[in-house]
């Protein structure tokens, strides 16, 4: 009985040994499987990320274009100029009242 | 059987069981594969086209026209998205959009336009596929009517130009149609370089409308270009409000003025009048649209004289410190009478530039052949297109032929019989103030000096400019163009307007000149077109704008006034001449 009785576990875990480089590339084979399913996973997280940030590119450009229009049309020189001269009581000095300074 | 005897039973296999089992099981398993081979290696396609047709988009990225800025960075014109509202008549009437009149009520309000005509243009031919229901919408009104729901009503990208300055330099700087193309001024010329094209990718979009994967591109963008205009922002609108008062006060049919850097060539202001808004589509009148300061040309009157004597001088007919007898104060040429304001006896080449003599001006002409007195116009730009590059620039007039009368002579040498526009008369000027030197002009700001000629020697320029120290000094025509602290180089003009068949009641005044003296920087031509008041003079119209618009420019320019030594050796120097 003993002599026939054989050790499966034993007789598996040779056979395993035996395989050894092909059950480590079929191994290697899986995890490269799982990789590619995480990079490309990553990828596309990464993909939907930088199209999020364009459209804030976007809208932040238009944001800045009205802010651009707002400034100008508030910093219009002549309008400046008005209220300079009618609310600051301020004028523009002659050019023979300048006095002018040199920086060494 | 007692229970021992069954436990002894061997079992028995039973063959057909056993086969129709793995028959089973084999099928099944060969069916799976060859299920799978057949949509993975046989007949891929279909799936794909189907995955395709649910993530598969194209976007577009919709690109603004570029942006107009003066040399400042000061912004001349601007692009804004906004959306268009349109309307797909067919979808509409299939999807039964009628049914709820309160969301078309709703449209109608928030366009400010009446229900029926909205309603008109969408239900008057269902087959129709397309029709506009309003244009440049602001994004938030193209937000409350996508959330308005209509069936077959869409929004589509637009892109609104904004004009910040407006009027100030509406004519220069153009504008656009509604299909954001150039059609005027710098956009019409620039608007290849401004323009964009939107690029298209195919990208893949999962589910919740994220762009996963971009695949390949379906058309490669351009992305538009700014454009830095060589106008200072501050010294156009001043140019312009100066204008604009002598326009209205003379109640002139237009006026122009032109500021040109005299070192560059680059044109600081370019001021038009009467202008008009372009932020308002409506009411563009041709008249008010036209950049008259380089499409328009006139008879440039006295202004020219300058450069007779310029031109004398560098002939060599004439010297620098001649005396020419003007007394009586007229003279007959050719049947005709030549005449000046008063008898002003001897006068120095100074004193004929400050009194305006035109019998001296005659004698100077005629003391050296036509052709030389044409050419020399022509090399200082008159006739000649001055490089500015704008549509519809007009390169001014110099007759081309053989014979000249006596007395023709004599007109070319005070201003008639040629015509010059407003920018070419500043750009002579500029010549003066740049030792002789002429650049073309550019209206683009430079990132390098311009290769200019010299078409008058150093110091002919120099002493022409001194020559002219004196119109704006007690006595002379223009005492209207006097700055304080800013010694001015400049002549009058007023000029009958040709009609058909002679000369008409109208007139046209002038005023160019350089300054400061002393250390030029700015020229200036301002162009006052028939005024209706008592006063019609170059030195009472048009020299009161020079004057306003030359010392603010300078001192917006930091150039320093005048020193007392500075000014001494100025007016020995004039003194020397007269």
Redesign the interface.
Known sequence: MSKSQLNLTRIVLQDLWHNKWVMLLALLVVLNAIAVVYTSHE??KY??Q???L?QER?RL??EW??L??EE??RS???RITRIATKELNMN?P???N?I?VRVP | MSKQAKRKQKPQLIQWRLYVVVGFVCLMFTSLIGRAAYIQIIEPEKLRHESDMRTLRTTSREVQRGLITDRNGEMLAVSVPVKAVYADPKVVHDKNGFADMRRWQALADVLHEPKEDILKRVQSNPRKRFTYLKRQVTPAVADYIKQLKLPGVYLKPESRRYYPTGEISAQLVGITNIDDKGIEGIENTYDDWLTGTPSKQKVRKSRDGHVVERLDMVQEGESPNDLVLSIDQRIQQLAYRELKKATEANQATSGSIVVLDVHTGEVLAMANTPSYNPNSRENLQGFRMRNRALTDSYEPGSTIKPFVVAAALEAGTIKVDDIIKTNPGRMRIGGKIVRDGRNYGDLSLSGILVHSSNVGMTKIALSMPVQELLGAYQTMGLGNYSGINLEGESAGLIHDRRRWSEFERATLSFGYGLMATPLQLARMYSILGNKGVLYPVSILKLKQEPEGTQVLSPEVAQSVMEMLVGVTEKGGTALKAHIEGYPVAGKTGTARKAVAGGYGEDYVALFAGVAPVHNPKLAIAVVVNEPKGDRYYGGDIAAPVFAAVMSGALQMLNVEPISKREKVRLAANSRSVE
């Open positions: 990828g596309r993909t939907s930088w199209d999020q364009l976007d450009d238009i274009r009205n651009l229009l100008q049309s219009e020189h002549s523009r002659l050019p023979k300048e002018v």
